[in-house]
Structures are given as C-alpha cells and as structure tokens.
C-alpha cells in the first residue's frame, strides 16, 4: 500500500535502539523479538540464551563482561558453580573468552580484578594459567595481544599478564 512497510521497519530499527540503551542501563542482555513480523526464531533464541544463564557459568561471566558488570564477574567467580574452564568459555563467532571481551571493550578494571584473583597466584594452578594466558581466539589473538593493541589505556593490564 502507502509505504506501510516503511514506517513499521523505522519502528523496529527505533525498537531495536531503544532495546540496546535500556540494557546498558540495567545491564542487561539485549535481545530484539519482533513479534509483528519475526519468525519464532527470535523467541527460540531469547529462551536458548536463557537457559544458558542457568546452565553454563561461561556465558554467565561473557554476559558479564560485555556489560563490564564487574561485581556479577566476581560473585560468579566465587560461587561453588564456578569452575576454572568457565574462563576459557568462548564467544562462537570470535573465539574470545570473557576476559578478552573485557579487554577488547577496555573493560580495564575486570580485566585486572581477574588478573590479581587469587585463583591466579602462580603456585595454585600453573597448568590453567598456562592455558589461560595462551588460549588463542580465532583470529589466533591471546589476552595480552588485545591488552597490548588497546595502547596506553591499558598498559597496566599488560604488565599483570607479562608477569604471570
């Protein structure tokens, strides 16, 4: 008809926005589902990542960096849930774990919250700080080349890793 469609896509587009600041304010996970013109798709995916916040501490701590929620970071670490290997979680797209995220967001204080815990003291476990500090994502970056490219900013987070 009348240019219909335009005005419905600026409203999801406004949505969608919209969607994104409210959850940076509050921390959120911002997931979009249109129920207009979408496909169950979009719901399927809300309730998939759902349930992952309840079934892998992982994604729980990748949430947390992408929101640079660095108080949920340490709680999560510190629960009974929390296992060494839910670090080495991995974004599917990038490869990235929770604390490359943080680093490439110059999320500076989680990064270096990680870094000084005391799950990371050489003594405890030298075979997972191994993996840790070497794990690669997939464009074969590790955490100190992302601490490294953000420049000064965060040359403190550069000097916690060399010294690990």
Sequence with gaps: ????????????VDS???????????????????FVTGSSQELYNLFFDLRKLFHET??????????????HFKMVME???YKEDDLLYTD???????????????????VSDVLRSPRFSRD???????????????SGQTLLHM???????LEEQKLLILRK
């Design 1 to 12: 008809g009348h240019g219909d469609s335009l005005p419905l896509e600026k409203i999801i």
């Design 16 to 34: 969608k926005h919209s969607l994104q600041r409210t959850c940076r304010k509050y921390r959120a996970i911002p997931r979009f589902c249109d």
């Design 58 to 71: 992982g994604y729980i701590l990748q949430q947390c960096a992408l929101a640079n929620n660095i108080q």
């Design 79 to 81: 629960s009974v849930s």
């Design 92 to 110: 599917p797209e990038t490869g990235d774990n929770p604390v490359m995220i943080a680093a490439k967001l110059r999320h500076k204080d989680l």
């Design 124 to 138: 405890e476990d030298s075979e997972f700080l191994e993996r840790f500090i070497h794990s690669r994502n997939k």
């Design 147 to 153: 601490v490294a490219i953000q420049g000064p900013e």
